[in-house]
């Protein structure tokens, strides 16, 4: 529910990241050769014209973000996300497992289970749930 509209626009953002490329490729090559015109009318040296060249270039990429409001670190929002979410997820459901043998919440593990699984303590010795979670997972991440 939290992540998969996260991924959604993130695919947004690096699609529209990715359709900037042609528009940057071509500025950055009329920009090199304004800089060339003017660093010969300057007599900059080549270090000069490079700084100048990587400066001006920043700016109009980053314009560039600025007008489809796609810079890249908008699009690693769902790592920082997924990370603290698995995190929080891990602690709790070990916490969970990890009870003394007289602690409610173990006995209502080993009697919640569902189908071939009626105990939540015992190791899944058909690997149905870890193979199904490890697709599941996939799965979400391919599409």
Not at 72 to 90: D, E, G, H, N, Y
Request: proline share 4%; glycine share 4%; net charge positive.
């Amino acid at each position: 529910a939290v992540t998969l509209p996260l991924a959604a626009h993130q695919g947004r953002l690096l699609a529209k990241l990715e359709n900037l490329q042609p528009e940057i490729k071509k500025l950055a090559e009329h920009l090199r050769y304004e800089i060339s015109v003017r660093g010969r009318q300057l007599g900059w040296s080549e270090k000069v014209a490079r700084f100048h060249f990587k400066k001006n270039l920043r700016r109009i990429i980053t314009e560039l973000y600025i007008r489809d409001n796609c810079h890249p670190f908008k699009a690693t929002l769902l790592v920082w996300v997924q990370i603290p979410m698995w995190v929080c997820v891990s602690l709790a459901l070990r916490n969970c497992s990890v009870g003394t043998m007289d602690s409610e919440v173990q006995e209502q593990f080993s009697a919640g289970g569902a189908l071939w699984f009626r105990d939540l303590t015992a190791p899944d010795s058909t690997w149905i749930l870890p193979v199904a979670l490890g697709l599941v997972n996939l799965m979400i991440v391919e599409v």
